[in-house]
């Protein structure tokens, strides 16, 4: 069973960073695409940042483009998210998917609070 553990959100003034973690256990990751969203309050879940396991080719929504890096490291099975230039707009609670083909499987999501 595949399982997603997100870490290392908090509180953060604006123009700060924070990096996110996502530990992921049972499965072969290598065929996997890694995918970060988030979700405000009132809001939909929306689409951030993507990597290919294998590859580590890497994809971004355009709001985010240019301040946040996703990266992986394939000896811990982790994915990060390095967010810098941090807005309040970026406040929502962040959640890690894993996707091979039909499957896609989450984790509980961790919370960002940006202050202006």
């Known amino acids: 069973q595949v399982q997603l553990v997100e870490s290392g959100g908090g509180l953060v003034q604006a123009g700060g960073s924070l990096r996110l973690s996502c530990v992921a256990s049972g499965g072969t990751f290598s065929r996997y695409t890694m995918g970060w969203f988030r979700q405000a309050p009132g809001k939909e879940r929306e689409f951030v940042a993507r990597i290919t396991w294998s590859s580590g080719s890497t994809y971004y929504a355009d709001s985010v483009k240019g301040r946040f890096t996703v990266s992986r490291d394939n000896s811990k099975n982790t994915v990060y998210l390095q967010m810098n230039s941090l807005k309040p707009e970026d406040t929502a609670v962040y959640y890690c998917?894993?996707?091979?083909?039909?499957?896609?499987?989450w984790g509980k999501g961790t919370q960002v609070t940006v202050s202006s």
């Open positions: 998917k894993a996707s091979l083909s039909v499957y896609d499987y």
